[in-house]
């Protein structure tokens, strides 16, 4: 075999990077960072393509392992293939151009700047919490001594104990995801925490309404019970009046980086 043909060789990498060379299929796999499934449909409209097109380049990510597809009758749904492709995505947009919020032009409408305020403050990134919130609870936790980041990202004793009882949330057992690990935010550009723990307190606070989805993108807001819980777990007074966001003030885009 020769070395162009090894796994980490030149050939797999330049075919990795020609999937994503393309706006459309980039525009895609940042959509899906939020995590869920979406329709073709769906993607078609967000990325302002024809279904034919849409189809076409979904086929293309499926094919190269960073999408996993889904049927439902006649309906086709694919999301991110999974926590190593979503932090490949994530990754490559912290290094993009960071000209404006997410790289890119800076929003020039206001519904634009308010997307990308709510993506800022708080948001999902894949299946953990992003942006303000997400890194101000990374160091809440560390300053706690519940996160260690001197040596990597690890929990200590304490932290295990805090997710089981304070939380009421045990983290999973086994596996080959790591418990903790961190991921580069975009717009903090600090780490936040993801791995198996950020995906149990991303889940659990929707779960319990602490925080709740602004329209049908990754960007969240935390709820009045949210600041509540934030202040007796963690010491965090920056959303104690927090108040769940009016209809009005719902945004429906679904846009951003990681």
Known sequence: MTPAMTPGGPVPLAALAALLADATRATFCLALLDGRAWSAGELAAHAGVAASTASEHLSRLVAGGLLAEQRRGRRRYVRLAGPRVAQLIEDLASHAAHTGPG???????????????ALAEARTCYDHLA??????????LTARGLLRQDAGFALSDEGLSWFAVELGAPLPGGGRRPQARPC???????????????????????ERGWVVRIGSG???????????????????????SAAAPRPQEVLSARAGGG
């Open 218 to 240: 990754r960007a969240v807001a935390v709820t009045g019970a949210g600041g509540e819980a934030l202040e007796r777990l963690l010491g965090l007074t920056a959303w104690a």
């Open 131 to 140: 942006g303000r919130l997400g890194v101000t609870i990374t160091d809440a």
């Open 103 to 117: 790289g890119g032009p800076r929003p020039a409408t206001l519904r634009a700047v308010s997307a990308a305020r």
């Open 184 to 206: 580069l935010d975009w717009t903090e550009r600090r780490p936040h925490l993801a791995g198996s723990a950020g995906a149990v307190l991303c889940t659990t606070m929707l």
